[in-house]
């Protein structure tokens, strides 16, 4: 199974303080006008008006594909039970809208602000390739028809029990 998920919401920096990079790459930006008066709030900035501009909009998106599998056996003796399996992968450009500082997004800003789409490309925060779900139910077979006060205290309980494994979550280390 599969799915393409576009215009979720991503955090974007309007604008970027991209005067030492051009001065490093002077082809970064090109055309990108950047404020020259060290008496302005955007000094540096592309806006000479405003400092940084942090702003939401409908861009990022994600892949999903994956393979699920499962095993179910109902009332096997009172036994009701499902072991799954899924092998997944989530691509996409990010993977919260704001910086968790763990596993989703370390920084919810693009490595490049002229470009949040291409470079931000890759292995969502929020991907488990391997999981793995156990999940069984036993009825209890005494008192169970009875109609009675005996069968109504005594009878009709279930005992559950669930567990689920993942591994594999991408992190970045900072």
């Given amino acids: 199974m599969g799915n393409h998920v576009f215009r979720q919401f991503q955090s974007l920096n309007d604008n970027p303080d991209i005067a030492d990079v051009q001065a490093s790459f002077p082809s970064y930006g090109a055309g990108q006008p950047v404020c020259t008066d060290p008496t302005q709030i955007g000094y540096t900035r592309s806006n000479c008006n405003f400092g940084l501009v942090q702003t939401t909009a409908n861009t990022a998106f994600s892949i999903y594909n994956g393979l699920q599998t499962s095993f179910t056996a109902r009332n096997f003796h009172h036994w009701t039970g499902t072991a799954s399996y899924t092998y997944s992968r989530t691509i996409d450009n990010t993977s919260e809208i704001f910086s968790t500082g763990t596993g989703g997004n370390t ?60 591994n594999g979550q991408p992190f970045t280390p900072e």
């Fill in 107 to 166: 920084s919810a800003l693009a490595q490049d602000p002229l470009n949040p789409d291409i470079g931000e490309r890759g292995v969502s925060g929020n991907s488990y390739p391997n999981v793995i779900g156990l999940q069984m139910a036993y009825t209890e077979p005494w008192f169970n028809g009875q109609k009675g006060i005996l069968g109504r205290i005594l009878g009709g309980y279930s005992f559950n029990a669930f567990y689920t494994y993942n």
